[in-house]
Structure formats: C-alpha cells, structure tokens
C-alpha cells in the first residue's frame, strides 16, 4: 500500500506544494509546529532516509538547502532547522522548520492552526523566494 507521500506526488491527496522537479518534492506540513514547517521527500518511495542510494539521498540534501534558502527568506527566523523523524510515515522525509531557538524544532506536541487560506498564501510566498 502507498505512503501518504506518494499518494501526494500522484496526486491523489492535495498538498501545499512549495517546489518540484523531477525527483524530489516540498510541501508545507498540515499540522506544523512553525509557521513554514516544510516536509521535503524523494518522490521514489522508500522508508528510510539512508536506505536511499547515494545519488537519491544528496539530491535530496541539495534539493531540502535549495527550499530551505527559499524558506528563510519567506518566513522570519534565526535559522531553518533541519530534523529527521521518519516513524509516523513509512516514507523517508525531511523536516524543514523556521526557528528562533532550538526548542521550535523539539516539540512536536504543540501544532499551530492555520487555515486554508493562510497555507495558500505561505506556499505562494515560500516558492516565489525559492
């Protein structure tokens, strides 16, 4: 059975899609803990990051560095933070969080709300500056 992920590169679940090429894909997260909380993921399913060969898995760090500029520029922060969990969804994926300190990227409990409109407008903002 496909992974969320991959049910998003098909296009079968919607996303905020901030960047794309051939092989990688950033989309805003929907239950962030930032304002700019952004998941980049190969489109290539595989669960775990370092199970990516190594050609997949540096594309993925220079394709995550090309969105995390962009995100720095589009939402006021000290620094994107950087965070690999990978349980929760059997698809390996990078955590991009805009931070003012260190404990923005620690606590995964606390969301934020954001409505439709509010995730439109960021995504449009985050990939103009990428």
Do not use: W
């Not at 059997?90 to 934020?112: C, G, R, W, Y």
Request: glycine share 4%; charged share 30%; proline share 5%.
């Amino acid at each position: 059975m496909a992974s969320i992920f991959t049910k998003i590169v098909k296009g079968e679940i919607p996303a905020y899609k901030v960047a794309e090429d051939e092989n990688y894909l950033a989309f805003l997260d929907i239950s962030p803990v930032a304002r700019g909380h952004t998941l980049v993921i190969p489109k290539k399913e595989v669960d775990y990051l370092f199970d990516l060969d190594d050609q997949l898995y540096a594309g993925l760090q220079l394709f995550a560095k090309k969105v995390a500029t962009g995100l720095n520029k589009a939402v006021p922060c000290k620094k994107v933070g950087v965070l690999v969990l990978g349980l929760e969804v059997p698809h390996a994926h990078i955590h991009l969080i805009p931070m003012q300190d260190e404990t923005d990227v620690l606590n995964f409990s606390e969301k934020i709300r954001m409505d439709k409109e509010e995730f439109e407008s960021l995504r449009i903002e985050i990939s103009e500056k990428i």
